[in-house]
């Protein structure tokens, strides 16, 4: 999937719990220093942000008119 | 991996389950309640029995599991984290289980003592509820419409504990107050501006996770919370300047914003990617369509005010709303919560060799147990019409739905000890 805002993306928008999780976790140990990846959600991850923050990546996200939270990472 | 699983510094399920498996007690005892008191319990609104059962199910039901799951959930959908959780559990599910007993006892036998009581100790408890709660709320930032909803919402439940508790004190102290004015506030605060809202707020996380779904649209999500709470603000600044045609305008926005959204929640559940109807889509359908026609009463009252001067009217509206509506929406979320969470206590105590959530609760339980509560509320309407007939049937039926959950979810709980004692990979 090509996204305008990165172009390593895990669109979670359909998956049952724990996957999203278990899928950008995977994406992020392939990430390369200066490499961002897109994650879709239709609910904002707060115990993912919390993990996020304890292995320092960076992130930002935004709310669009579908109800979609588009949430960039990076390091 | 599975250690990252054990991500969320979640509550321990102690802190939950207390309530969980408290709720369908008091379900059951409005059942049992029914069965006593037979036909006189539908003679009016104002009949004791039928004011005791109706606060059995809304404190004893309804705002236990709403409490105990948001002590739960709070820090998984707001990020928002409770002190001492556990201890909050404790006294909280205490003062609502003793108070909502003391509560209807006081309406059902008329004792002053014990509704000022009750009225009193549920107030203390909720208020030292919304201060510790608020406190985590309001600590963080309003980054989506369910945290934004949440915040709404604690003022909803404050607004409608302290009507609550100025009725049940003016009950029983004789003190002169508009009672009917002051009732049809206490509700709406109650259903619109704390249940509602508090009910649309979760909808948006939970609806497009548990069923697969869409996601709601974000305008809408923002907006709905704000015209909840404006309206029922506005409702109560009609009915301090005693403004009947203003209160009648608030009912009707109300009821038509509540359509708006189960209708949208209907449209989105038609999308939904999970093939399979399992018992939450069935308990969420049976609530949403419940919610419609509970809705479209008030809204039919509003142009057309002969309808509410009917006995049954006020009947039907709290059967639709609140057995058929609200009732089947924390059902339908609790047969999703307690297997997830038994799961996920269980996972990180195993070590990822926890059972399918299915062999901790299995949907034929839940889906036979949903047919009992789905006959229960087609009953309580039928016995409207014909009370004479159809009361101890209801009651009858509203005693086997509850007894039937209380057995599925303890039954959850059995397999989930038996797991954890033994810890051998299923």
Same mark, same amino acid.
């Given at each position: 999937m090509i996204h305008p805002k990165s172009k390593q993306v895990v669109d979670a928008r359909y998956m049952a719990p724990p996957e999203p999780f278990v899928r950008t976790m995977e994406m992020l140990e392939t990430l390369k220093p200066g490499e961002t990846m897109l994650l879709l959600l239709f609910r904002e991850p707060h115990p993912l942000y919390k993990v996020l923050r304890q292995n320092g990546h960076t992130y930002e996200t935004e709310l669009v008119a579908d109800g979609t939270f588009e949430i960039l990472i990076w390091r | 991996m599975q250690a990252l699983l054990s991500f969320d510094k979640s509550p321990p399920f102690a802190a939950p389950l207390r309530f969980f498996l408290t709720a !369908?007690?008091?379900?059951?005892?409005?059942?049992?309640?029914?069965?006593?008191?037979g036909a006189d319990m539908f003679a009016s609104r104002w009949s004791p029995g039928l004011l005791a059962a109706t606060h059995l199910i809304t404190i004893g039901f309804m705002l236990q599991v709403m409490l105990g799951a948001l002590i739960q959930i709070l820090p998984v959908?707001?990020?928002?984290?409770?002190?001492?959780?556990?201890?909050?559990?404790?006294?909280?599910?205490?003062?609502?289980?003793?108070?909502?007993?003391?509560?209807?006892?006081?309406?059902l036998f008329a004792q002053p003592a014990l509704l000022s009581?009750?009225? &009193?100790?549920?107030?203390?408890?909720?208020?030292?509820?919304?201060?510790?709660?608020?406190?985590?709320?309001?600590?963080?930032?309003?980054?989506?419409?369910?945290?934004?909803? &949440?915040?709404?919402?604690?003022?909803?439940l404050a607004g409608a504990v302290a009507?609550?508790?100025?009725?049940?004190?003016?009950?029983?102290?004789?003190?002169?107050? !508009?009672?009917?004015?002051?009732?049809?506030?206490?509700?709406?605060?109650?259903?619109?501006g704390w249940a509602g809202i508090l009910l649309a707020a979760m909808a948006y996380v939970v609806v497009p996770m548990f069923q697969l779904t869409p996601g709601y649209p974000a305008r809408p999500s923002w907006w709905l919370p704000r015209v909840l709470l404006g309206l029922v603000l506005a409702w109560t600044l009609a009915a301090l300047l005693e403004w009947p045609l203003a209160i009648a305008l608030a009912q009707g926005l109300t009821a038509l914003a509540g359509i708006a959204f189960?209708?949208?929640?209907?449209?989105?559940?038609?999308?939904?990617?999970?093939?399979?109807?399992?018992?939450?889509?069935?308990?969420?359908?049976?609530?949403?369509?419940?919610?419609?026609f509970g809705l479209f009463l008030p809204l039919t009252a509003t142009v057309w005010p002969a309808l509410a001067d009917w006995p049954g009217y006020s009947l039907l509206v709290?059967?639709?709303?609140?057995?058929?509506?609200?009732?089947?929406?924390?059902?339908?979320?609790?047969?999703?919560?307690?297997?997830?969470?038994?799961?996920?206590?269980?996972?990180?105590?195993?070590?990822?060799?926890?059972?399918?959530?299915?062999?901790l609760l299995s949907e034929n339980a839940m889906q036979r147990q949903f047919m009992a509560h789905a006959l229960a509320v087609a009953l309580l309407l039928a016995a409207v019409v014909r009370p004479d007939w159809l009361a101890l049937p209801a009651g009858a039926a509203l005693v086997l739905?509850?007894?039937?959950?209380?057995?599925?979810?303890?039954?959850?709980?059995?397999?989930?000890?038996?797991?954890?004692?033994?810890?051998?990979?299923?």
């Open positions: - | !369908p007690l008091f379900a059951l005892a409005a059942g049992l309640l029914l069965l006593a008191e959908v707001a990020g928002a984290n409770l002190q001492h959780p556990l201890a909050v559990a404790r006294w909280l599910h205490g003062g609502l289980s003793i108070g909502a007993l003391l509560l209807a006892s006081g309406f009581s009750g009225a &009193l100790l549920l107030g203390i408890n909720i208020a030292a509820f919304l201060v510790v709660t608020g406190r985590a709320l309001y600590s963080v930032p309003t980054t989506s419409p369910t945290i934004g909803g &949440l915040k709404f919402a604690l003022f909803g009507l609550g508790v100025v009725l049940a004190l003016a009950l029983a102290q004789g003190w002169a107050v !508009p009672r009917p004015a002051l009732t049809d506030l206490h509700a709406a605060w109650a259903l619109s189960a209708v949208l929640t209907l449209r989105l559940q038609a999308q939904r990617r999970r093939a399979r109807a399992d018992a939450t889509y069935l308990y969420w359908q049976l609530g949403l369509y419940s919610t419609i709290g059967i639709l709303l609140l057995v058929g509506g609200f009732m089947s929406f924390i059902v339908g979320m609790l047969y999703k919560i307690v297997p997830f969470l038994a799961w996920l206590h269980l996972q990180n105590a195993c070590g990822g060799t926890a059972p399918n959530m299915n062999r739905a509850n007894g039937w959950l209380l057995y599925n979810l303890m039954g959850a709980v059995g397999r989930y000890r038996r797991h954890l004692a033994e810890k051998v990979p299923a």
